[in-house]
């Protein structure tokens, strides 16, 4: 909240825009916390002294141009956009709209999955190779804070990573998993150094083209 | 001999290794590794010279391993994949060879977030295994990584790695250990024992495997203190070694806890040399040096050996 406070503290008129899809399920960004937010930071400023007018939007996807453009009208109303979809969606509205600032409202933290209701849990780092079939389908680039692909490190204990205490061990997990899957031969092979610099970010922004989807 | 230093052949001809830990210091003053060097030489057959341990920022392995042989002590250079790409790491290698470097251990390294630079980002580009390979590749091919690209001269280099007997998942370990060896290792240096019991269930699964055949392996033991004791205990330090109870109680209710721990170490050794598959011991610890001598010496292992 103070970050948001300190980027909009220039301005009278906003518009804070979240996203239907994401970050709506993880309850991070979507219409009932853009609501929340937008509330919250008039308030705040008004306790400051300095109002501040809010608008309120939530397309369905923000990182599609189509819904996106929905925003169109109303950025011409306001001073500075402030975005709570993640920082794709973020990036997608700094393309479409040139001359007007565009704020992060959240740290896009990471992709991750719903372990239960209100517990979401890293699991995969888009990494461009995946490993998935060599260690029993769970990621030790994602889960283990060493991304280590022949093991664990001489770290964990009870399962538990050494780092903190409620992350299960990649390693462990990977264990269990190939035990019960009658594989454990499958931990004898030495994994090769991996093609950082081919598949993964290392190598600049990734681009995906799909010929047969193009219009 | 596939690098030709004294540990090697100290180890080849069978003789029984000692090999102890040295903290370079948190500068750059030469002094102190003077003072420890001192302590150490004509005790021990090798210094194992720590990569930035605990990630704690400290003088560099490469740099102090370097001083240490114009000192006429034999280093074995620590690295870790934290800190390196494999660019680093095999422009490393290349210049610890050439500053007359013959022994080195891989490792990971511990995690940044138990140090003085916990805001730092990891490398891990390799693994430790990736990196034993690596070394391997260097010195037995002549290329870098990859296999393709020659080395101008040689890297002859000892390759040296680490395990936890007692970290989980425990039944993976010695697998671990099997493929470590697999990718090149030719000694290992296990963590510090205390608990021999268990230590002796790792060393079975290890034979099982014919590992103590394959690789020189040299038990990692420290003297305890009750301080150390009562840290272990509290397990927020690293490593996370298992101290049996009827261990602390005997060191913490003796008169002289400190005295005590060298006495149980030097028992320690003693069991360990006659330990089928063990090949020397790694003694471990901060500020050890002044104890080394001690120990060495009270598990009869003196004088070292002068092997040609």
């Not at chain 1, 780092?163 to 899957?181: G, H, K, V």
């Not at chain 2, 560099?60 to 934290?82: C, D, F």
């Not at chain 2, 493929?179 to 021999?196: P, W």
Request: net charge neutral; with cysteine; hydrophobic share 40%.
């Amino acid at each position: 909240m103070e970050e948001i406070l300190r980027y909009v503290n220039p301005y009278n008129k906003i518009l804070l825009s979240g996203c239907g899809a994401c970050v709506t399920v993880c309850h991070a960004g979507g219409e009932k916390e853009v609501e929340l937010l937008a509330s919250g930071l008039r308030m705040a400023r008004q306790k400051m002294g300095k109002r501040i007018e809010v608008l309120e939007i939530t397309p369905a996807r923000q990182c599609e141009p189509e819904f996106a453009l929905e925003l169109a009208e109303t950025v011409e109303k306001v001073e500075a956009v402030v975005s709570i979809a993640c920082g794709v969606g973020v990036q997608t509205l700094v393309r479409h709209f040139p001359k007007i600032p565009v704020f992060p409202g959240v740290n896009t933290a990471f992709l991750g999955e719903t372990s239960t209701h209100g517990i979401w849990e890293e699991r995969c780092q888009a990494c461009g190779n995946c490993l998935l079939e060599k260690t029993g389908g769970i990621c030790p680039v994602a889960r283990c804070a060493k991304q280590l692909l022949n093991g664990p490190c001489g770290g964990p204990s009870n399962g538990k990573c050494e780092i903190n205490q409620e992350t299960d061990c990649a390693w462990q997990l990977i264990y269990d998993r190939l035990s019960s899957l009658g594989q454990l031969d499958k931990l004898e092979e030495i994994i090769p150094a991996k093609r950082w610099g081919i598949e993964s970010r290392d190598r600049g922004p990734r681009r995906m083209v799909r010929e047969d989807l193009k219009v | 001999m596939k690098a030709g230093s004294h540990l090697e052949r100290v180890l080849e001809k069978g003789m029984f290794a000692v090999a102890a830990e040295f903290n370079p210091p948190k500068g750059s003053d030469i002094s102190v590794v003077k003072r420890k060097a001192g302590l150490l030489k004509d005790y021990v057959d090798a210094v194992n010279v720590t990569d930035n341990q605990t990630a704690i920022v400290r003088m560099s392995s490469i740099a102090a391993s370097s001083l240490l042989i114009q000192m006429g002590l034999e280093p074995v250079m620590q690295m870790t994949t934290r800190d390196r790409n494999r660019i680093a790491i095999q422009s490393d290698l290349m210049g610890a060879t050439a500053l007359g470097i013959k022994n080195m251990l891989c490792l990971t390294g511990d995690h940044q977030s138990f140090g003085n630079q916990v805001d730092s980002k990891n490398v891990h580009d390799l693994d430790s295994i990736q990196l034993i390979d690596c070394v391997r590749t260097m010195r037995d091919q002549g290329t870098l990584l990859g296999g393709i690209e020659k080395i101008e001269g040689e890297i002859r280099l000892f390759i040296g790695a680490v395990e936890n007997p007692f970290a989980d998942p425990v039944e993976f370990r010695a697998i671990r250990l099997g493929k470590k060896v697999a990718a090149g290792a030719d000694f290992i240096l296990s963590q510090c024992i205390y608990d021999m019991n268990r230590f002796k269930e790792w060393m079975k699964r290890v034979q099982d495997r014919g590992l103590h055949e394959k690789c020189r392996i040299l038990a990692g033991v420290s003297p305890l203190n009750s301080e150390r004791i009562i840290l272990q205990c509290k397990e927020k330090t690293l490593p996370r070694v298992p101290v049996p109870e009827g261990l602390i109680d005997r060191i913490t209710k003796s008169q002289d806890p400190d005295e005590e721990g060298i006495r149980v170490c030097i028992e320690q050794v003693k069991e360990l040399k006659e330990m089928k598959g063990i090949h020397g011991i790694h003694l471990m610890g901060v500020d050890l040096e002044e104890k080394v001598a001690r120990i060495v010496e009270g598990a009869g292992l003196l004088p070292r050996p002068k092997v040609e």
